[in-house]
């Protein structure tokens, strides 16, 4: 499964975003996710999501002045 | 308000039991021992005189403990007691209940009810006091010719590889014990794991709950379990409401994690609270305490000669009710066991299946309190927002209910994986009876006595009500689980009424008990062919525990032997 149309989708969440400050968004995402994992509802493929968010994770700030320092 | 004085049956005071006269002059011998009368240590005390093992059981208090304690006693818990013959008396004092309901602030997010099937002697759930449990089991014991060493308090021991000499106090001067086996079922102040210096595994967790029995003088409560998230008369925090016998009420109220137990349990404090929750003050305060939640385990149940059974072999939050129900289903798991090893009717390695089995259904229940735990008390901000909005949602939306995590209540250990299983060969309808699973229960009529009471049917009438009707007794020998026992049975379906089967089969020291459909029982229901999924030469093997040890669509003599033999360690 693949997006039918991501530009759309990404435009829509976008403008679904735009209005909300940083805790209403964080809210937002947080339903979203949850109504998105019970359409997946299998637990393999929700686990996988979880794995590739967390590897997808830029650098902070912090962790890059870490290792430089080391 | 003042707190009430507690009722007088929990505050009797026992006798303090005299040393024996034998003691005074050399260490006193005893098969096994048990530390501690509580509900764990006197359901094993039971069990294991039932099964002709003497016991010596010490108990250094001289009465029941503080307040109502473990209150939810589950169905397995209740089919253990009545194997034992303690149920009756609990079901007759204790509050049937099957519906709960979970809050959202103002809102009712969803009520379940538990609806056990029709057909089952024991209900879902009773809510009794523990006080109450322990009575009944004390009176069972005492009918057994037995009792408890009231004010007999285990200072020390000295373990060996042939046993364990014990140390014990009392009023009247020290003695000691020369036993084969200590069971220690002390709880979370146990002086066998102290003197053992073994350490729990496991997380404390920072919240603090306030807990109270209040005996609530007029109410519109339902005998339901009712939970709140953030409810408006304890914002921000978690409550629970449940009824127990008595007309008293268990409070449970989450506190904030920096609350100072002190504070927190002064009277007037708690009155205002439970004013505030009730709407009116037209009740009496007999018990608070303020706890923490706990997930801990030994390591090892099994240390050489002394073993460990409930609390004080591990802890789990209340939530889920497991902390009681998992203690005493420790105590089922272990006493055929150690009674055949005492007999010498298994080898000592035996008992290490006792650990397996028991470890593994701690760490189901330790899995299930710590994700309770997590989502009613969310460790950072961040969770806690997800955790809000995962209620806003199950406000609105039935397919966000199953996040909602109130505590989930305690379900009997299936010991799938168990060495002592023989894993199942032939195709069956029913997987809750994979081997390893506990035996379900069906009502039957016994074919010996033809003149005996008519068995309750399983109609309409939940198994809570005909438990509470008055036919108890009437019905006692119409259930399939009280014919089983507590020893080894091979359920049989005969291929043919007129097959010749015998009554007992020998496998090695053990003798098997034949139970055949139509021959020892009528299946008058016809629910034990349709839950076992029974068709002709089917046969399931039951451990004392009831467990199920093995099933075959069609046994024989030497599959029956192999599989009673892995059983008891042989194999």
Redesign the interface.
Request: net charge negative.
């Given at each position: 499964m693949s997006f039918e149309d991501a530009d759309a989708f990404y435009a829509t969440l976008v403008h679904a975003l735009e209005p909300l400050d940083k805790?209403e968004a964080?809210?937002f995402l947080?339903?979203l996710a949850?109504?998105l994992a019970?359409e997946i509802g299998r637990h393999e493929v929700l686990q996988a999501a979880l794995e590739e968010a967390a590897a997808a994770r830029p650098p902070r700030q912090e962790d890059s002045a870490e290792r430089s320092s080391s | 308000m003042p707190l009430r004085a507690e009722s007088s049956e929990q505050n009797h005071c026992f006798a303090a039991a005299p040393i024996p006269e034998s003691a005074r002059i050399e260490p006193e011998r005893a098969p096994v021992v048990i530390a501690g009368a509580g509900l764990v240590g006197l359901t094993l005390a039971v069990d294991l005189v039932l099964q002709g093992i003497p016991v010596v059981v010490l108990e250094k208090r001289d009465r029941f403990g503080e307040g109502s304690r473990s209150i939810c006693q589950a169905k397995r818990t209740l089919e253990i007691w009545d194997r034992l013959g303690a149920a009756e008396a609990m079901l007759k004092r204790g509050v049937t209940w099957k519906v709960g309901r979970v809050f959202h602030r103002e809102q009712l997010l969803y009520s379940f009810d538990l609806l056990p099937e029709s057909g089952h002697k024991m209900p879902a759930f009773i809510n009794l006091q523990q006080f109450h449990v322990e009575a009944a089991l004390i009176e069972r014991l005492q009918a057994l010719g037995a009792s408890v060493r009231w004010c007999h308090e285990l200072k020390q021991l000295a373990a060996s590889a042939a046993g364990v000499l014990l140390e014990v106090e009392t009023p009247a001067g020290s003695y000691q014990i020369d036993t084969e086996w200590l069971v220690d079922c002390e709880g979370v102040r146990s002086c066998a794991r102290r003197a053992l210096n073994l350490r729990f595994e496991g997380e404390i967790f920072a919240d603090k709950f306030l807990i109270c029995d209040v005996k609530i003088h007029r109410t519109d409560f339902p005998t339901e379990r009712w939970f709140w998230f953030e409810p408006p008369f304890h914002a921000g925090q978690t409550a629970l409401l449940h009824r127990q016998a008595d007309d008293v009420w268990r409070i449970d109220l989450q506190l904030t994690r920096d609350a100072d137990p002190e504070v927190e349990r002064d009277p007037a404090r708690v009155t205002e609270r439970i004013t505030r929750m009730l709407g009116h003050s037209d009740f009496s305060i007999e018990w608070v305490s303020v706890y923490a939640f706990q997930c801990r385990t030994l390591e090892r149940y099994v240390h050489g000669r002394v073993i460990f059974a409930g609390d004080s072999a591990h802890q789990v939050s209340p939530f889920g009710a497991r902390g009681g129900n998992g203690g005493v289903q420790d105590a089922d798991n272990l006493s055929w066991k150690l009674a055949r090893v005492v007999s010498g009717r298994a080898p000592p390695a035996l008992l290490e299946s006792y650990h397996s089995e028991r470890k593994a259904a701690t760490l189901e229940n330790i899995l299930n309190s710590t994700r309770s735990t997590n989502f009613m008390s969310p460790r950072t901000e961040?969770t806690r927002?997800?955790r809000?909005?995962?209620l806003?949602?199950a406000g609105r939306h039935s397919?966000?209910r199953p996040?909602v995590n109130p505590g989930r209540l305690s379900v009997p250990a299936h010991l799938t994986a168990s060495q002592l299983i023989t894993p199942d060969r032939d195709s069956w309808s029913t997987g809750r009876l994979a081997p390893g699973s506990p035996a379900i229960d069906a009502p039957i009529r016994l074919s010996s006595a033809p003149g005996s009471p008519a068995v309750d049917a399983p109609g309409r009438r939940g198994p809570a009500q005909s438990a509470h009707n008055g036919t108890g007794a009437a019905s006692d020998d119409g259930w399939l689980l009280r014919l089983l026992g507590n020893r080894f049975v091979l359920l049989v379906q005969p291929e043919s009424t007129d097959a010749k089967l015998p009554r007992n089969f020998e496998a090695g020291a053990e003798s098997v008990a034949i139970l055949a459909v139509g021959r020892d029982f009528e299946d008058c229901g016809g629910l034990v062919k349709q839950r076992y999924d029974l068709t002709p030469g089917a046969a399931y093997l039951f451990r004392p525990d009831q467990h199920v040890a093995a099933r075959w669509r069609v046994g024989s003599e030497e599959l029956v032997r192999q599989a009673v033999n892995r059983c008891l360690g042989l194999l």
């Open positions: 805790d964080f809210r947080c339903r949850l109504i019970n | 961040v927002i997800l809000d909005e995962a806003a949602l397919f966000a996040l």
